[in-house]
């Protein structure tokens, strides 16, 4: 009888592992994926090592792009000739796109808002015909509305000439729909119940636009100009296309050009100048939306809680 005792705790055990493992391993719905999790480490390394290698050489201090010679960051500011900050043509690529950026993120987004608003509370055919319009400038490849823009300026609306000015126009013809998607899905979200009780309590539609709609338009605002800004620093083919000369030419262009000859690692250093402000500008804009938004997941939360209970 003790014998049996003693061994009915490793039975139990035997049986209850048979019924978490009914079969072979890989037929076992709750072990772990090690295939998806080493694909996805696969894939990270494969697309973030040769842009570590490529920041890294901009610290070298050689002029070597391959072999490392030292940390400096001469090829920053201390170079006196061929720095970025020295050098004018990176010089001016650096300014040229941070301009391109603002600009844009400026003009675009108080567009973007305002059509969005409109689109919303348009009622009628011709609604969803300018909904589609605006959604074909976002699906449309960056490629096809770059060289149309080129043939519109220099073919129909000849007093826009090439350069900062059609850049401009162009960057801000792309970018819109930015805007328009998010500041749509977030009035989506909100509903009209707010408006409505603003002006039942006396306010004109102008009042319950300014002082309900857009506070509560806020962080999707703010999170469609840091998207548009981000993206525009990237941004190569429409502002390559409609560039006159060098002293239009942004740091993407600019990296694409100098790279066919034989750059220095100045060109490394444009690079992570130009990668480290998109992450920034990213993470800026994370970090102030959670902050922006935080007491609307604590209601979620709350909510959530209560339905629980």
Known sequence: MSEVVAEAPARAEQVVARAVSPGP?????????????????????WSLVPVAIAVLFS??????????????????FKDPVLSVWHDPDLHTAL?????????????????????????????????????????????????????????VFTTLFTAVHLGTGAQLLGLITFQMSYPVIIV??????????????AMDLGASPTQSV?????????????????????????????????SSDSSTEPMAVKIFNSAR?????????????MLVSSLI??????FAYRRMTRGERQKIAMGDIAAQI
């Open 184 to 197: 749509r899905a977030r009035l989506l979200t909100m509903g009209k119940e707010y408006e409505e009780a």
């Open 261 to 273: 000859s034989s750059p220095t690692p100045a060109l490394n250093a444009l690079a992570t100048i």
């Open 25 to 45: 391993v890989w037929r076992n719905p709750w072990r772990k994926p090690w295939f998806l999790m080493g694909f996805t480490w696969m894939y990270l390394a």
């Open 210 to 242: 300014r002082r309900v709609l857009l506070p509560m338009l806020a962080p999707a605002i703010f999170a469609s100009a840091v998207l548009v800004f981000a993206d525009v620093i990237d941004d190569f083919i429409i502002v390559r296309y409609l």
């Open 281 to 286: 500008v990213v993470l800026v804009g994370f």
């Open 95 to 151: 300014f040229q796109t941070l301009r391109l950026a603002a600009l844009a993120t400026l003009i675009a987004v108080p567009i973007g808002v305002a059509f969005a608003i409109g689109i919303d509370r348009w009622r009628g055919r011709t609604s969803s015909a300018w909904n589609f319009q605006m959604l074909l400038s976002f699906v449309m490849p960056e490629l096809i509305i770059g060289v149309t823009l080129l043939l």
């Open 59 to 76: 610290f070298n201090a050689g002029r070597s792009r391959s072999a490392w010679q030292g940390f400096s960051l001469r090829w920053y």
